[in-house]
């Protein structure tokens, strides 16, 4: 059984005459059901584990059908559980990064907190180009508007942004560099931690399509 409250799972040991043991032998609280369990935590005489719980009783709070689980004790790539994203953060590996992301985010605000830095909360939705690489995603409202591409209003030849959302062309930041350069120049010492987003043309591992980024 695992709670999320460590990656770790607690052995349960139940015997066939506990309140509750029915939900087992049917089956219902099988792998990825939700359970309440009453009982002892003892010494195990098991290898694996420390401690296991005695259990007392067995509340069933939500079947599951193992045979339909996606997610299963072999282990799985990264590709097959972005497809099932609402389950990944059950899996060792996303519950891992989970934690250590956490960590990590914990002890870079406490470090510029403790040094008297400002932590600057820079927009994410932004008119400019912080870097210069044009390698940004755009956003705009005007497909939502026009289901026919090609009736967009243009002026010039090209899409008249003016009727846009925003009145002119707005993208996914790259960088909170421009907004915290503003606030440095006025409260001194500042930072920005939040996401950022790359349009590159690549796949690779080395280049994200969004990431937070600390500056």
Known sequence: MNDGSCIKDIQIVIDENVEGFSHIKDGE???????????????????????????????LLGA????????????????????????RPRTRVISAVTRIRSQLSYASHKYFNDNGYVNVHTPIITLSDCEGSGEQFGITTLLNEYEDPSTIPKKGGYIDYTKDFFKSKAYLTVSGQLNAEMYACSLGKVYTFGP?????????????????MLE
Request: charged content about 25%; aromatic content about 6%; glycine content about 2%.
């Open 29 to 59: 609280a099988s792998i990825a059901a939700s359970c309440c369990i009453t009982g002892e935590v003892v010494e195990s005489p098991g290898k694996e584990q420390n401690v296991e719980i005695r259990a007392t009783s067995l509340e």
């Open 64 to 87: 599951s059908n193992a045979s339909e689980y996606p997610i299963s004790k072999k282990s799985h790539s990264l590709e097959f559980l972005r497809s099932v994203t609402h389950l």
């Open 196 to 212: 950022t987003f790359r349009a590159e043309q690549s796949k690779s591992t080395r280049h994200l399509a969004e990431f937070w």
